[in-house]
């Protein structure tokens, strides 16, 4: 089931309106683009799918996922990933520990969840590199164990905010083919960020400027 943004707007304290109502609807599976200048509002529009609306920020509209309305609902119960320009891998812990510290609660017992880090590193390219600190890794390296710490909470959506924006050209096509390859193969909604055409384009789905907020379905 889809990501259903309604007639969303968002507004600091006596201020108007970021932007103007937004409606989209994302299928699982697929990737919208959003783009516009700086200061528009795009990354507070991911703040505000997730949960983590700054407190001097209101937003009207609403937000549901898979069925579930989102609004009120705690930023930790609305099974909503985030990937940011600058892998959010905790410094104090191990390679292995942060994606540990992604994994659902469901997956119990220390074998058990071994075995997931240890498969989500294989798939992720990084065998071996669980005892690694994450200063270690290089930006692709990084860049995918942060996708596999977001993927082992196994959310029901995603929100990418320029993921890919700090690596160079060559190492950027890699590593965006790589998270695009894992949301489709998952089949989970998600809403990306970005200033650079070439993401908009390999995501592949409907690309929404944020100044003219049309109503999209993807």
């Given at each position: 089931?889809?990501?259903?943004?309604?007639?969303?707007?968002?507004?600091?304290?006596?201020?108007?309106?970021?932007?103007?109502?937004?409606?989209?609807?994302?299928?699982?599976?697929?990737?919208?683009?959003?783009?516009?200048?700086?200061?528009?509002?795009?990354?507070?529009?991911?703040?505000?799918?997730?949960?983590?609306?700054?407190?001097?920020?209101?937003?009207?509209?609403?937000?549901?996922?898979?069925?579930?309305?989102?609004?009120?609902?705690?930023?930790?119960?609305?099974?909503?990933?985030?990937?940011?320009?600058?892998?959010?891998?905790?410094?104090?812990?191990?390679?292995?520990?942060?994606?540990?510290?992604?994994?659902?609660?469901?997956?119990?017992?220390?074998?058990?969840?071994?075995?997931?880090?240890?498969?989500?590193?294989?798939?992720?390219?990084?065998?071996?590199?669980?005892?690694?600190?994450?200063?270690?890794?290089?930006?692709?390296?990084?860049?995918?164990?942060?996708?596999?710490?977001?993927?082992?909470?196994?959310?029901?959506?995603?929100?990418?905010?320029?993921?890919?924006?700090?690596?160079d050209q060559t190492l950027r096509d890699?590593?965006?083919?790589?998270?695009?390859?894992?949301?489709?193969?998952?089949?989970?909604?998600?809403?990306?960020?970005?200033?650079?055409?070439?993401?908009?384009?390999?995501?592949?789905?409907?690309?929404?400027?944020?100044?003219?907020?049309?109503?999209?379905?993807?």
């Amino acid at each position: 089931m889809p990501l259903v943004i309604d007639s969303l707007t968002i507004r600091a304290a006596g201020e108007s309106a970021l932007f103007g109502p937004l409606t989209l609807e994302i299928q699982p599976g697929h990737v919208t683009t959003v783009m516009g200048p700086s200061g528009v509002g795009k990354t507070t529009l991911l703040q505000a799918i997730a949960g983590h609306l700054p407190g001097d920020f209101t937003l009207s509209g609403g937000l549901a996922l898979n069925g579930r309305r989102l609004n009120g609902v705690p930023a930790e119960k609305r099974r909503i990933g985030i990937m940011f320009q600058e892998a959010g891998l905790f410094p104090h812990l191990s390679v292995g520990e942060n994606l540990a510290f992604g994994l659902r609660a469901g997956v119990r017992g220390r074998s058990a969840r071994a075995r997931a880090v240890d498969q989500a590193l294989a798939t992720a390219g990084l065998t071996g590199m669980a005892d690694r600190d994450p200063a270690t890794l290089s930006g692709g390296q990084r860049a995918r164990a942060a996708l596999m710490q977001s993927l082992l909470a196994e959310p029901e959506a995603i929100l990418l905010d320029e993921p890919f924006s700090g690596l160079d050209q060559t190492l950027r096509d890699d590593i965006r083919a790589f998270v695009l390859e894992h949301i489709r193969a998952r089949s989970i909604p998600a809403l990306l960020v970005t200033h650079d055409p070439a993401d908009a384009e390999a995501a592949g789905g409907p690309v929404i400027p944020l100044d003219a907020v049309p109503t999209a379905r993807a």
